[in-house]
């Protein structure tokens, strides 16, 4: 069974940083291309973050450029989002999915269509 499990998320104060994690089981990881997504309260979902299934490829959404990395450990069976410089405006519910694919090419289309093997995702809020 496909399965992705999140965590990493807490409160934060503006200006910090948080590393999430996505760790994935039931699938051969090195296949897939990871997606991390944030939905904010009231907001669709979008997705923040995206790696090819070797780390040949990865995008950063505009809104986390020059804050947000993402890298991968296929040893680990792992997908990491490093945020610093948080603001409110990154609040939100962050989950991670996956996508079969040969390829990272998924990474530059918008919010990564197609993904799926949802985690229940974790929570960030970023206040004072």
């Known amino acids: 069974q496909l399965r992705t499990v999140e965590s990493g998320g807490g409160l934060v104060q503006p200006g910090g940083s948080l590393t999430l994690s996505c760790t994935a089981s039931?699938?051969?990881?090195?296949?897939?291309?990871i997606g991390w997504f944030r939905q904010a309260p009231g907001k669709e979902r979008e997705g923040v973050a995206c790696?090819?299934?070797?780390?040949?490829?990865?995008k950063i959404a505009d809104s986390g450029l020059g804050r947000f990395a993402i890298s991968r450990d296929n040893r680990k069976n792992t997908v990491l989002l490093q945020m610093h410089s948080l603001t409110p405006a990154d609040t939100g519910l962050y989950s991670c999915?996956?996508?079969?694919?040969?390829?990272?090419?998924?990474?530059?289309?918008?919010?990564?269509?197609?993904?799926?093997?949802w985690g229940n995702g974790t929570l960030v809020t970023v206040s004072s």
């Open positions: 999915a996956s996508k079969r694919t040969d390829s990272g090419q998924i990474c530059f289309r918008p919010n990564y269509p197609g993904m799926n093997s």
């Open positions: 039931g699938f051969t990881f090195d296949d897939y291309a």
């Open positions: 790696i090819g299934p070797w780390g040949q490829v990865s």
